[in-house]
């Protein structure tokens, strides 16, 4: 009987020794090493962290100008360009207007302005480009339409009107906008100081 008791304090007491083993082993080996230090720049040496703090103080990049020659071929491009539309201009212009049809009902409309007028010789036209908002695209296209004189612009009708905004594409509405019609008379008739007192100097 002593001998089980004797044998039952030896299991007990080696049993206690193994759980306190493997509770020190668990606690220690779950424990990752301790990192001392940490890699720094200083690490490689002094002249690379000097390096790299000129480059954090360093004043940022000079401004780039853009090579002399640069203006010169903007300027290039955009006379090719407008060379290149006058062309494209020049191929769309539109024909003569053609004569509106007349019912019976309705008295027979005054020919149109626009039309050119046969006794009108080239060294009569007026300078078209006197009347404000009228440039020298413009001036050319109501050549071509065989308008040249002051009087035949005053002459022009809201109708006359309505027809040229078709031919005017993206200047539509400038006539009507710029008073064209008010301008060419003050103008066809002489009147310069009343057109400058209305429209501004000539």
Do not use: C
Request: charged share 25%; aromatic share 6%; proline share 8%.
């Amino acid at each position: 009987m002593q001998m089980i008791a004797a044998n039952w304090l030896i299991f007990i007491a080696a049993l206690l020794i193994g759980i306190v083993v493997a509770y020190w082993l668990f606690v220690h080996g779950s424990k990752q090493g301790r990192r001392d230090r940490r890699p720094d720049v200083l690490d490689e040496g002094a002249a690379p962290a000097k390096r790299n703090q000129a480059l954090i103080d360093a004043p940022p990049a000079a401004h780039i100008d853009p090579p002399a020659m640069a203006g010169t071929m903007a300027g290039i491009g955009e006379v090719i360009a407008v060379a290149a539309q006058d062309e494209v201009d020049a191929v769309k212009k539109p024909a003569a207007p053609a004569p509106t049809p007349t019912t019976t009902s309705a008295p027979a409309p005054a020919p149109a302005p626009a039309a050119p007028k046969a006794e009108t010789a080239a060294g009569e036209a007026d300078d078209l480009r006197k009347i404000k908002g009228l440039g020298p695209k413009m001036a050319t296209l109501l050549t071509s339409l065989g308008v040249t004189r002051y009087e035949q612009i005053a002459a022009w009708t809201e109708a006359d009107l309505d027809e040229l905004d078709t031919k005017l594409g993206s200047f539509a509405g400038r006539p009507r906008r710029d008073n064209w019609v008010e301008q060419a008379k003050l103008l066809s008739s002489g009147d310069s100081a009343a057109y400058e007192a209305k429209f501004g100097k000539l």
